[in-house]
T-cell receptor, first 115, second 116 residues
Framework: DTGVSQDPRHKITKRGQNVTFRCDPI?????LYWYRQTLGQGPEFLTYFQNEAQLEKSRLLSDRFSAERPKGSFSTLEIQRTEQGDSAMYLC?????????????FGPGTRLTVL | AQSVTQLDSHVSVSEGTPVLLRCNYSSSYSPSLFWYVQHPNKGLQLLLKYTSAATLVKGINGFEAEFKKSETSFHLTKPSAHMSDAAEYFC??????????????FGQGTTLQVKP
């Protein structure tokens, strides 16, 4: 399968714990995006990488959130001191830069439940 | 600032009847518009995209959308609904502002129910 993959698919944690999610984009894609989707809502942009550089972060991304893409390939999203409000589906997407018409390919998402 | 508004949160049709999912957009630039579909427990899948080459855009599974600049609309249609079309549909605009990150701005979604 050469699509976008995310791991884990589901994560249940207790409030206050740290969690880390991984995204593997399509191999030749230089752009990688993270989104968050809460129940009954459309996904909301969190952050964007072009190669290894993090070029934009949403105001939704509090200082408890950090994302990396160390070699311009896979990316990790870490949430420290999780809160119940962090419960959501975290989606990763990738595409080739150069045009805003380029579709983004989405992974299956990581569903986070904070108890 | 760019945004999209999906005018219906829930649409219910009978199998074999037409589907209309409505979307209005707001953009300071010539917009890049998409429709994505999300089936339960599955990832987002692109249905179609507007690239300014043609105002009537054909997508997968018989869906199409028409870009109307005068009405700032990009409604999604299908002549005949199938049970497998039941899903969540998102109208999306791509950021083409000064940062030009290409980030996607999603509407709230429309749940399509198809009755037998």
């Amino acid at each position: 399968d050469t699509g976008v993959s995310q791991d884990p698919r589901h994560k249940i944690t207790k409030r206050g714990q740290n969690v880390t999610f991984r995204c593997d984009p399509i191999s030749e894609h230089n752009r990688l995006y993270w989104y968050r989707q809460t129940l009954g809502q459309g996904p909301e942009f969190l952050t964007y990488f072009q190669n290894e550089a993090q070029l934009e972060k949403s105001r939704l991304l509090s200082d408890r959130f950090s994302a990396e893409r160390p070699k311009g390939s896979f990316s990790t999203l870490e949430i420290q001191r999780t809160e119940q409000g962090d419960s959501a589906m975290y989606l990763c997407a990738s595409n080739l830069g150069g045009s805003s018409y380029n579709e983004q390919f989405f992974g299956p998402g990581t569903r986070l439940t904070v108890l | 600032a760019q945004s999209v508004t999906q005018l219906d949160s829930h649409v219910s049709v009978s199998e074999g009847t037409p589907v209309l999912l409505r979307c209005n957009y707001s953009s300071s630039y010539s917009p890049s518009l998409f429709w994505y579909v999300q089936h339960p427990n599955k990832g987002l899948q692109l249905l179609l995209k507007y690239t300014s080459a043609a105002t009537l855009v054909k997508g997968i599974n018989g869906f199409e959308a028409e870009f109307k600049k005068s009405e700032t609309s990009f409604h999604l249609t299908k002549p005949s609904a199938h049970m497998s079309d039941a899903a969540e549909y998102f109208c999306v605009v791509s950021d083409r502002g000064s940062s030009n990150t290409g980030k996607l701005i999603f509407g709230q979604g429309t749940t399509l129910q198809v009755k037998p």
